[in-house]
Each structure stands twice: as C-alpha cells, then as structure tokens.
C-alpha cells in the first residue's frame, strides 16, 4: 500500500464529511491489491475473526468473519468495485459456513462506494450515527419519571435489554440462546460501578432504558479511527416496553439522557442502530443523530458477489 494512496483516501474523508477523523493506515492482515480499468491500483487488508461458542461477540457477529479494510484512495465506484471483486476471489478458497459473513465499514456518505457494495450483495446492517446538537426539553408524560439505575434493579434492566435484542434479531441477525447469561454479568457490573444507565417509570413500573457509557477518543486507540477526539457519550441499548411505544416515553429518556451527558461534558453522543430496523430506523433520526460510518455485511460469506 503505497503513501499516495492513503493520503488520497484521508483527503477523500474531509471532503466527504467533516466529523471523519484521519483515514487510519489499514491494520496487520493478509494484503488484497486490484486495479481499475485505467490502470489505477487500489488495495486492502483482509483480517478473518473467529468467535467460539457462548462468545460475547456472538450477540451481533457471525461465528466467523471476514473484514476488509479498503484503501482505494480518490478511485471511487470503480477502485472499490476493483477490490470488492478481487475479495471475491479470494473467497473461492474457503469453506464458510452458515454462520459467517463478509463486512467492511466505510464512511456512509461516500455514495459512489455505495453502489459497489449493493453490486457485490454486502446490505448495511448497522450505522456508528452521531449527535452534536443541543439537547432538547422534551418534557416527560404524565405519570412518568425518569431515575439512575440502582444495583437492585438489575432483573428489569436485564429484562428491558433483552426486549431489544429479540426484536433486532427479526432484521439483523439470529437470536443467540443464552442471551440473557452473557448480558447480565456486564449490566450487574455496570450497575454496581455506577454507569450511566437510565429507567423511565410509569406509575412506578419500569417500563423504559437507556444503558448508556462514556468513550474517550485519543490517538492510538480503536475509537480515534472512528471519532473525532474528545470524550464521548455511549448510548449503547435502548429499550421500551411494547404496550407503551409511541407515548413520547422514549423521547423523554432520551433528552433527559443527552442533557446528562452534555453537563458532564461530553462533546457529543454516538450510538449504532440498524438502518433495517423499522423503530430505530425511525426514531434515532428523530433524535438528531445521523448515520457517520455504515457496517456493510453479507451472510453468509460464501454469499459475496
């Protein structure tokens, strides 16, 4: 991979959305090189993870996973669709099975780079979406309050959390069994610490969370390859009780959420969600966050075009 190429991809990120950190130089992994039909070569990292039985990784990863980290420089549809097809090949010399999958995380405004992805069979699975506004005053409804999450509340933060996790399995992958058994020791924990997490109350039943964290992006870690520098407010899973959706519960949870963080000093919030979700694909805009990176996938990875 040739400094030219990188620098040409780093200045592509500028110019397509302000908020992209630098282009990372691509990590340690088995290198992929192409060329365009003028010529121009492009190239990328290949990395395959491998996540065994009862993995935490499992709740939203295939078992086995093939990522690609591209570094097409200025070449656009025709550099990525170049290297795509090269993955392709590769690809000829495994056995995938079922649970697998090929991925590859890329700007999402980078709509030239979009039509080689569809063309290749890779869908966008998730977004990494931002939020930089103000907060806002939503006020909450009546008979609802809004409360930290104690210790002693861990059976209904544990029983909202998996609420989301069965309803993203329809459109973002299989339900895992054990769900719940690798969930609750992290939520005990994050509780027991403090975390910042949330249960919005209707007449004293929790009936809504917002399981939240903190980030900080500095240089040299993962999250400098995705975020601008600073300390970032995580919102992690949010979940609200079926018979109470469309009350404006969630909306109150969650400006009260984004208040919290911007007094604390957050410089912004991110979070991911599924663009194939109809809640989420509806209600995290609403909130004023927009998508910065998109998560391409294909499962199973025998299934790359």
Known sequence: MTAALLSAQRARFAALDPLLPPA??????????????????????LQVQRHEPGAFDLLWSAAQVWQLFPCTGATGTAGMDALLRAWRHRMDRESPGPDS??????????????????????????VLAVRTGAPSGDPLPPGVTVRRARPEDLEEVV??????????????????????????????????AGAPVWLAERDGVAVALADCGWME????????????????????????????????????????????????????????????????????????????????EVRPASALR
């Open 24 to 45: 990372a130089p691509p990590p340690e992994g088995e290198e992929l090189t192409a060329a365009t039909a003028d010529g121009t070569r492009v190239s990328g990292v």
């Open 101 to 126: 999958a090929c991925t590859v995380t890329w700007p999402s405004r980078d709509a030239e780079a979009v039509r080689a992805f569809l063309d290749h069979g890779l869908m966008p699975l998730s």
């Open 159 to 192: 029983a909202l959390s998996l609420t989301t996790f069965r309803y993203s399995a329809l459109v973002a992958g299989p339900w895992r069994p054990g769900t719940a058994e690798l969930i609750a020791p992290r939520l005990e924990r994050n509780l027991a």
């Open 217 to 296: 992006s500095v240089p040299g870690s993962w999250a400098a390859e995705l975020l601008p520098s600073g300390q970032w407010g995580y919102v992690n899973n949010v979940a609200t009780r079926e018979h109470v959706r469309g009350l404006g519960i969630g909306r109150a949870l969650m400006a009260r959420v984004h208040r919290e963080f911007h007094t604390r000093g957050a410089r912004a919030t991110y979070l991911y969600y599924n663009p194939a979700n109809p809640l989420s694909s509806v209600f995290w805009p609403r909130q004023g966050y927009r998508p910065l990176w998109t998560y391409w």
